[in-house]
């Protein structure tokens, strides 16, 4: 069986002007399923870019990403729509829920676009909301929630449609220790109980202590990639 | 595996469509509710325009069939012979002041002129009536019975003058129904004798309501009597068979310039005017008078529908100028959409939806506003405005078009953002 994502020499070049900014550099990795994997790195290594084509938000400038062995390369937008809606769960550090939404309709959004019908839904995302701890704050807006809150209502969005994959970029870095604390043992949670494979970047290095690997990412290249013997529980 | 083959997707494509369609729907009025106020200032284009398309389609016709009835109520291929000239301008005597035409021209008239088919003199005045003790003041008209041929005017009851009336001058009149309403109330009339000038008069017949004149006269507050009665137990003439105006109905509409020359020619033979000389009598085409009348106000409808479709562009250029404002405010939402698989279509469907909703809910206003204006024009001006549905659909069915035209711009450019530039917009 094929690695679950593996990239070959993914390069990502931005022309900002006369400027020419290499964002990733011939990145080539494989990541199995069900992994818990923490992208690190200083700010402008290239995280966000990476975890933006493995999300199918964006496309490198050269070099192959495959998914369940399946070239992203060759899918067209509706195609990769279709992926991100089914396979893949994106987690932002600005949480990027819908403005005077509720909970639950922001849930709902990816199964509206996978054509679940109104009763079915409802209860999915009820079920999602429940999982991250949000039962009864269904009928909030996200002015009404948190930081912490908004940012589980936004996990709750990425696992609503099953998704085999979450991809979380700086989950963390708007909240405060606690609420921090709360999103990374969530995440490690979905990974142990559901089998999803979660791939999170952050700076801090007691969120990475929890994951059982490493990518260190240095000027657009992979700098280190350590695999922990240990998995230290949250 | 991944089941991104062609036909799944568009499998997924049709079984989300009606849950698509609600949600947009949803979000539409969501999005139009927030901003309430951008809304109706985006609609108000869209409401004046439709307003002024129902409000002009139904006043039209109403206007139309109304000089319609008028055309049909003064009589078809009607010629309307006045003594007097009108023919020079400057300060002159108007037509009617000169006392040249007499019964003899109408006679002539009938005989000598082929496109012609009936003739009818008129003579009469003011004149004031008593029957019991109601009392009322009329127009009283000397006429033949042919008038009422020429006019399109059938009785409602009784009989008309006979050859003997007119040769006897008898003192026998045919009421119009104002008069009547006002003299007898819930008497029959037919038989009764009423004082026309303290003459009495025996009442033979009573004409069918006509309605008002296009001067807003009331055609139906009049009395006729025999031709010569009017001019021997009336109103005396110092000059014989002196007549106030002959009503002429050509045979055809066709022949309607053709009678009018061959009157012309006749009157001038026989008033000796020479080619160039000024006429003392004046022949007025009244057909081809309405019929001007209602070429204007088709002009005047084509005119105003112009400005209204006009008005209906602006307010579609108005939907596309708020919605490409929304697209730009709502990029990020747009990203967020698209991050959680919101296809190119889903997005463009729930941008035109919202055009089409905005369009579609000034053209409902606007159907509310024209209706309401045409019930009040139609209250103020006394004519029957009757609402066409068919007008209402098609402004219905253009509103739409108008949303789907305008919204598909903004709602494309929408749809081709690139999902994490969209995220990215600051
Ligand atoms: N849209 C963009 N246009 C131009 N340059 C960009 C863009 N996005 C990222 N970059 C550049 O690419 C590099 C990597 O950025 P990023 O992937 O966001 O790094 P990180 O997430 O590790 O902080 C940086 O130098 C950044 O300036
Ligand atoms: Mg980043």
């Known amino acids: 069986m094929a690695d679950l994502i593996e990239t070959r020499n993914l390069v990502k070049v931005y022309n900002s002007g006369d400027v020419k900014v290499v964002a990733l550099d011939e990145i080539s990795l494989t990541i199995d399923a069900g992994g818990l994997v923490a992208v690190m790195g200083p700010s402008g290594s290239g995280k966000s870019t990476f975890m933006n084509i493995l999300g199918c938000l964006d496309k490198p400038t050269t070099g192959k990403y495959f998914l369940e062995g399946i070239d992203m390369g060759n899918l067209d937008r509706d195609q990769l729509a279709h992926i991100r809606n089914r396979k893949i769960g994106f987690v932002f550090q600005t949480f990027n829920l819908l403005a005077r939404t509720s909970a639950l309709e922001n849930v709902e959004l990816p199964l509206i676009y996978s054509g679940v019908p109104a009763g079915k839904r409802r209860e999915m995302a009820m079920d999602a909301l429940h999982s991250v701890g949000l039962s009864g704050r269904e009928d909030h807006y996200p002015n009404q929630l948190s930081g912490g809150e908004q940012q589980r209502v936004a996990i709750a969005r990425a696992l609503v449609n099953s998704s085999a994959i979450i991809l979380a970029d700086e989950p963390t870095g708007n909240l405060d220790s606690k609420s921090s604390h709360e999103i990374i043992s969530i995440f490690q949670r979905l990974n142990i109980e559901k089998g999803i494979t979660v791939i999170i970047v952050t700076h801090e290095p007691d969120v990475a202590a929890f994951t059982r690997r490493n990518i260190i990412f240095r000027d657009g290249k992979v700098a280190e990639d350590k695999i922990a013997q240990k998995n230290t529980s949250a | ?426």
């Open chain 2, 1 to 426: 595996m991944l089941d991104v083959s062609a036909r799944a997707l568009w499998r997924i494509g049709c079984s989300s469509f009606n849950m698509f369609f609600l949600s947009s729907l949803k979000i539409a009025f969501r999005a139009i509710r927030v901003h309430r106020m951008r809304s109706a200032l985006t609609m108000l284009g869209i409401i004046i325009g439709v307003g002024t398309v129902i409000i002009i389609i139904n006043a039209g016709s109403g206007a139309k069939s109304q000089i319609a009835k008028q055309i049909a109520g003064i009589g078809s291929n009607l010629l309307m012979v006045f003594p007097g000239s009108t023919s020079s301008g400057g300060v002159r005597m108007g037509a009617g002041t000169k006392p040249t035409l007499t019964i003899s021209d109408a006679e002539a008239m009938k005989e000598a002129c082929p496109s012609v088919k009936f003739v009818a003199p008129t003579w009469g005045g003011n004149a004031h009536l008593v029957f019991g003790n109601e009392n009322w003041s009329t127009v009283v008209t000397g006429t033949i019975p042919d008038m009422f041929q020429i006019r399109n005017w059938p009785l409602a009851f009784g009989s008309l003058f006979n050859q003997r009336d007119i040769n006897t001058a008898a003192k026998v009149c045919i009421l119009g129904q104002t008069v009547v309403e006002n003299l007898f109330g819930d008497i029959d009339p037919i038989g009764q004798v009423i004082r026309i000038n303290k003459i009495p008069f025996t009442i033979i017949g009573v004409l069918d309501k006509k309605g008002s004149s296009p001067r807003g006269r009331d055609q139906d507050d009049r009395i006729y009597v025999p031709f010569s009665t009017a001019q021997k137990r009336l109103f005396s003439t110092h000059i014989p068979g002196l007549v106030r105006t002959i009503m002429v109905q050509a045979k055809s509409l066709e022949l309607m310039f053709e009678a009018e020359k061959e009157i012309n020619a006749l009157l001038m033979q026989r008033h000796h005017i020479q080619s160039g000389q000024e006429k003392d009598f004046t022949v007025r085409n009244l057909t081809e008078i309405m019929n001007i009348a209602q070429k204007t106000a088709n002009i005047m409808s084509v005119l105003l529908l112009t400005i209204a479709m006009i008005s209906l562009v602006v307010g579609g250029i108005g939907i596309m100028n708020i919605m490409l404002v929304s697209v730009t405010e709502r990029t990020r939402e747009i990203g967020i959409r698209m991050a959680v698989g919101g296809r190119s279509k889903d997005i463009l469907m729930q941008f035109l939806i919202e055009a089409i909703i905005l369009s579609l809910f000034g053209g409902l206003l606007g159907m509310v506003l024209g209706i309401t204006a045409c019930k009040v024009i139609a209250a103020v001006i006394k004519w029957p405005i009757p609402i066409s549905w068919e007008a209402l659909l098609l402004a219905f069915v253009f509103t739409g078009a108008i949303g789907v035209f305008f919204g598909f711009y903004p709602a494309n450019k929408a749809s081709k953002l690139n999902p994490i530039d969209a995220l990215r917009y600051e």
